[in-house]
């Protein structure tokens, strides 16, 4: 618990228990690492939580690669060579100056932006993001974060939740729809849809705000 | 074109106050990121060793790479000579290219679906690598998949392996194997279970001369 300044100190002096050295055990390995843990792991070269980060990652530096690159076979070589960069530079990650989330945007972003670069400006024409009059690269920068976080903390929901989530938002069923499609009753289609929409939103607090 | 779904008809009308405002904001954001893109198998499979192993790339000076490419070259000539003389010439080209290449389109069970499924060379004479690209499958309940069947003698005959849909757009691209001696006009058709998880099921992709 925090100490305000005006807490008085006791003076008086209780009398500790001795304590036995105990040989440390091995703490069990965390079921749900957070993404910082895992880049300090992986910044050790820690393959088994380089597997585990690139299962939450693959799916947003793949999207964040097709919405930049334009091409599937490009975009595929980006999210290799974003995932080898993050491989290679997770140790200098320092949790102090930043989420993980925001620090692995930036590499994934470098990496595809050299990609970019080397596939010349001829290439740049196919890239709707960047011929797009609607949106500046200010309004292109955000909506790219966006869908990164978004697609980021779809990983975190449970299969059923995000199987209705997907389906509401990117089929265009409606929920009666939905629930014939999936042979569930219309009432456990709309539970498992706001469930997962305050998971979604308990994700996001504080990332996107 | 999709239409937007809209929150209320989502979680009802009945929530309000600060837990709506954070479900709207939610959302709002989804409609914004759109669809996660749905991986290829090969990504999907995990890191690869190379992402691990790799060094930072260094730009290549073009005289360096001539050098290589001629190194590589002469070592090519070299080596295609040396088969060809203790093989007596006999070795059979195996083309780079798929040995069969079929188009599908769908049944009445799911009219817009299509796809095009490539048999590579087998490398044993028995196992013939086979991959799959489909689009506009529907996506089964719990967790049952379709089968890609070998058609012979007009029926399927064979199984060569299942996969399921994941992406809501019905796409999906599967490598699978038929591990069998092939015959000239054998063939594949997709399925998917029948009533009571019967096999060979409903055929739910066929070739389009069919």
């Known amino acids: 618990m925090r100490k305000d300044k005006g807490d008085m100190e006791l003076a008086i002096e209780v009398p500790q228990p001795r304590l036995r050295a105990v040989p440390s055990e091995p703490a069990p390995p965390d079921p749900d690492p957070s993404d910082a843990e895992l880049l300090a792991r992986v910044g050790e070269h820690d393959r088994e939580a380089f597997e585990i980060l690139y299962g939450r990652y693959v799916r947003p530096v793949f999207g964040l690669a097709l919405r930049r690159l334009g091409d599937r076979g490009h975009a595929e070589d980006a999210v290799q060579e974003a995932f080898a960069a993050i491989w290679r530079s997770a140790s200098t990650y320092r949790p102090e100056r930043g989420a993980a989330g925001g620090w692995l945007y930036t590499v994934a972003r470098n990496a595809i932006v050299d990609r970019l670069r080397r596939n010349g400006p001829a290439h740049d024409a196919e890239l709707p993001e960047l011929t797009s009059a609607e949106a500046g690269p200010a309004e292109q920068a955000e909506g790219s974060w966006v869908s990164w976080r978004v697609h980021r903390a779809l990983e975190e929901l449970q299969p059923r939740e995000r199987e209705v989530i997907e389906l509401a938002y990117w089929s265009g069923m409606s929920q009666s729809e939905v629930a014939e499609y999936l042979g569930l009753p219309l009432g456990t289609v709309k539970t498992r849809t706001r469930s997962g929409l305050a998971r979604l939103a308990s994700v996001l607090e504080g990332e996107l705000a | ?210």
Not at chain 2, 29 to 34: F, I, P, S, V, W
């Open chain 2, 1 to 210: 074109m999709n239409r937007d779904p809209s929150l209320d008809e989502l979680i009802g009308v009945e929530v309000s106050g600060a837990e709506r405002e954070r479900l709207q904001h939610v959302h709002e954001l989804l409609l914004q990121a759109g669809p996660p893109p749905e991986v290829t198998p090969e990504l999907a499979s995990g890191p690869t060793l190379s992402m691990t192993l790799g060094r930072r790339r260094r730009a290549v000076k073009p005289r360096a790479m001539l050098l290589l490419a001629a190194a590589l070259a002469t070592a090519l000539v070299f080596f295609a000579g040396y088969i060809v003389a203790n093989n007596g010439g006999s070795t059979s080209a195996t083309g780079k290219g798929p040995v069969q290449e079929l188009a599908l389109r769908g049944t009445s069970v799911a009219p817009g679906a299509q796809a095009t499924l490539k048999v590579w060379q087998a490398k044993d004479g028995s196992n013939w690598p086979m991959t799959m690209t489909a689009a506009g499958l529907p996506k089964l309940p719990g967790n049952e998949g379709y089968e890609v069947y070998l058609v012979r003698h007009g029926r399927p005959w064979l199984p060569c392996g299942t996969f399921r849909v994941t992406s809501s757009s019905g796409a999906v691209t599967v490598t699978l194997n038929a591990p069998y001696s092939l015959r000239r006009g054998d063939s594949w058709v997709v399925t998917r279970p029948g009533a009571g998880g019967t096999e060979p099921g409903k055929t739910v992709l066929q070739p389009v001369s069919a």
